[in-house]
């Protein structure tokens, strides 16, 4: 796990969230403190919180903070509270469902609890509540490692997206904990790091980790994975996802879609890693995942420099979906999909 948590409570029932503020990584290692649950949305907005997982666990204590002035206050005016402050928080990023997972599970614990119970026990609950969606986001993590681990030990290569590890969990990771304990087993491992246009997670954040854990990375252009293919540097391709429809399709980091069907051309196996939080049988298949597209200005103008013309129209969507016949296995806090058929995604994750 990080030195650091990228997201924690600090304090009782008046404490605050505290992040690391990823847009400012790898130069600045700043932590904020978020008093308010505006800031909280903004920071999930903004991306200075990020990855499915961890966006799910800020917008989880995002409640606490939001709700916290009421608490002195009679259950109605609470209760008024809590609806605005869930559906506020709801609207700060659309695809990752671990989001609405999040905000639902603290919606049911307040509908669990009787009317007689004062604000402050509520808000009490509630911030339990929230605490265990972090305690088991981290075990999570530590069994899709363990799982993980097993399907890339005869790998000397691997190929990863975005970032998928401390900073985007409440623990090691999703994707980056299967590498971080692949390495573990086979210290020799290289880690090919996608850079990840355009906000660059995988330069910024994920070989970041990688070098402070001790992990060989080698960053790469997007464009360069195919090639990397092509020389056989990698044996897996491993990445984490943001939404999974019911029949496997994988919502994840634009590039993602791509890098599915280099790898099913190159024969090489191409893994997703997501917990059962960061799946939505609601949705029958990967065409119904709502997809975020974010302004123009990140391609343009990407880190304060303009390097397009002024005016050029831009399409910018954050994510893409990796079919689920590009996937040989999803790997998740329960076991391994494989193959990824409607029927195995809802053996493992329905129960
Ligand atoms: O836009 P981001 O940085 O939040 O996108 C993150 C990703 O796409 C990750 O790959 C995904 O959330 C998996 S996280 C463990």
Known sequence: ?????????????????????????PTQ???????????????IKSLRVRGAPAIGVA??????????????????????RLTHVLDYLATSRPTAVNLFWALDRMKATAAEQPDT???????????????????????????????????LANCSGVLTHCN????????????LAAIFAAAKANPKLQVYADETRPLLQGARLTAWELLQRGVHVTLICDSMAACVMKLRRVQAVIVGADRIAANGDAANKIGTYGLSVLAKAHGIPFYVAAPSSTFDLTLESGE????????????????????????????????????AENITAIITERGVIQPVTVDNVRKMIKG
Request: glycine share 8%.
């Open 1 to 25: 796990m990080n030195p650091r948590p990228a997201v924690a409570w600090i304090g009782q029932l008046d404490g605050y969230l505290q992040l690391i503020d990823q847009t400012l990584l």
């Open 29 to 43: 290692d700043v932590l904020i403190d978020c008093r308010t649950v505006e800031q909280v949305w903004e920071a």
């Open 59 to 80: 917008a989880a204590y995002g409640v606490i903070v939001g709700c916290q002035s009421q608490a002195e206050l009679p259950r109605s005016e609470f209760d008024a």
């Open 117 to 151: 119970l004062l604000s402050s026990e509520l808000l009490s609950r509630l911030l339990e509540e929230a605490r265990t969606i972090e305690v088991e986001d981290r075990a999570m993590c530590a069994a899709m490692g363990r799982f993980g681990a097993e399907l």
């Open 164 to 175: 998928t590890g401390g900073l985007a969990t409440a623990g090691d990771g999703t994707a």
């Open 288 to 323: 119904l995942i709502p997809i975020e597209e974010r302004a123009a200005s990140e391609i343009t103008n990407g880190f304060g420099k303009q390097t397009a013309p002024t005016d050029c129209p831009v399409f910018n969507p954050a994510f893409d979906v990796a079919p």
